[in-house]
C-alpha cells in the first residue's frame, strides 16, 4: 500500500468537469443524511461537538473520521498583506480509511469575527453548506460541510481546498503538521506546515467499523518524523490496521495535561478532541512528559495520574476503551533533572498498577536504553533525547496490541 501519493497528482485532478461536479453535488444531497449533515445548519448556534455516525440513506456503511486536527491558536497569516480575492489554501492531509463520500468540518475557534469561505473543494468534487456552495462561520464556531460523493483512497494524500475572500482576523491552525499544504496568492504559491481552518475529514465507509483517537502531544504529532513521510506512530498503526479501523491523531506540539499553553489542556480538549471525533471506539492516551519536563514544571505525580484516571472516567461515560502510555525517558534533554525524573517514575508506576487505563502500553519500557535507562535508546533518538526519529515513531506504532485494541468493554460495543 503506497505510504504517500503525491500532491501533484492530487492537483492533476482537476481534469474533471464542472458539469459532472455539479451532478455529483446534487446526487449526494438526495442520497446522504444524518446528524453531522444537520450539525452544518447549526452553525450560529453553540459550537457543535457530536460527530454523529449513523450511516446514510438507501446505503450500507458508517461514517467514521479517516483523518483529524486539534485547532491550536489563532495566528497572523502573512497573505492577509495580499489581495485576499486570490488566496486559495490546499490543505493536504492523509487518510486512513477510504470511502465513497466525504464531509469535512471547518473551524473558526480562534477568529474573532465571522469567517467568508466561498469557495470548497475535496479533490476537486466541490462541497456545499446546506445546499449553498458558501458559508460563514461565526468566531469561535466550527461548521460541518453537507457530504460529497467523492471516492476517498485509504492510506492517501487527500486536498481539500477553501478560498477566504474577506478574512482578516486571526487564523485558526494545527501548525508543525509535518505534512506540505499550500497557499496560493496572487502572488504565488508558497509550501505550509500548517493546517489552515481544517480540522476533521469523516468518509463513509462501507467497510471500517469504528476509530481510533491517539490523543498526545509532540510525540504523538510526529515531531523529529520526516516531513511528508508518514512516519508518526498513529500512522504506522493505521498501516497495520490495514483499512479495518480509522486512525485520527490529535497530537499537540508541547500539549500538557494540566495547564494550557501550546493547545488547551487536554483534560479541557478531551470532549472536543475525543469524545467528538466521528464514530472514536478508542482513545490511546499518550500525555503527561510535557507537564513533568516542561515549566512549570509539575512537582507531584498523583496530579498527573488523576489528570489521566479522570479521562479515562470520561471516555468510560461514553463507551470508550482507553488505552494509556507510560512516559518515556528524556535524560539528556535541556531540562532533564534526577528530581523530574523522579516524577516521571512515579507516574509509570502507578500506570503500570492498573486502575489508570484498560490497558497499558509500556512506551517507557520499550524505547529506553538497555544500558542508560533514563535515556533514549540511541536507535530512536531524534538527537535531542526527547523526540524520535522515523525508526523510533515506527517502533511504537509496532506495539499497540491490535487483538487487545478491539476488545469489548463490558458496557459498550465492539470496536
Known sequence: MPRRQGYALLIALVAGTAALAAVVAFAGSLLFSGPRAKASAAAAGPQNNARGSAAPAHSSG??????????????????HDQDPAHRTIRNVVHTSIGGNAARITLSNLFGTQ?????????????VTFRG??????????????????????????????LRTPTARGPVTVH?????????????????????????????????????VVALGDSLTAGTGSTTDANTRWPDILSDRLNGRYAVVNQGIGGNRLLRDGIGQRALGRFDRDVLGVTGAKTVIIALGINDVQGFPQEKDP????????????????????VIGATLMPYDGYRSWSPAQNAVRTQVNKTIRAGGVFDQVLDFDRDMRDPAHPERLHPAYDSGDHLHLNDAGYRRLG????????VRVRPSSDAL
Open 175 to 211: 501548525p508543525n503538521s509535518h505534512q506540505s499544504s499550500y497557499v496560493e496568492t496572487a502572488g504565488g504559491t508558497w509550501r505550509s506546515t500548517s493546517w489552515r481552518y481544517l480540522t476533521a475529514v469523516d468518509v463513509h465507509s462501507p467497510n471500517a467499523t469504528g476509530t
Open 132 to 161: 449553498a456552495p458558501t458559508t460563514t462561520v461565526p468566531a469561535g464556531r466550527e461548521i460541518v460541510s453537507d457530504p460529497v460523493v467523492v471516492p476517498v483512497a485509504a492510506d492517501a494524500d487527500l486536498v481539500v481546498t
Open 398 to 405: 509496532s506495539l499497540v496490541d491490535l487483538t487487545d485494541l
Open 62 to 79: 458508517l461514517w467514521l473520521a479517516t483523518w483529524a486536527a486539534a485547532p491550536v491558536l489563532g495566528a497572523a497569516d502573512p497573505n
Open 114 to 126: 465571522p469567517l467568508l469561505i466561498d469557495n470548497v473543494t475535496v479533490n476537486t468534487r466541490p
Open 302 to 321: 498523583q496530579r498527573i495520574t488523576d489528570a489521566l484516571r479522570t479521562m479515562t472516567e470520561l471516555a468510560h461515560a461514553h463507551g470508550l476503551r
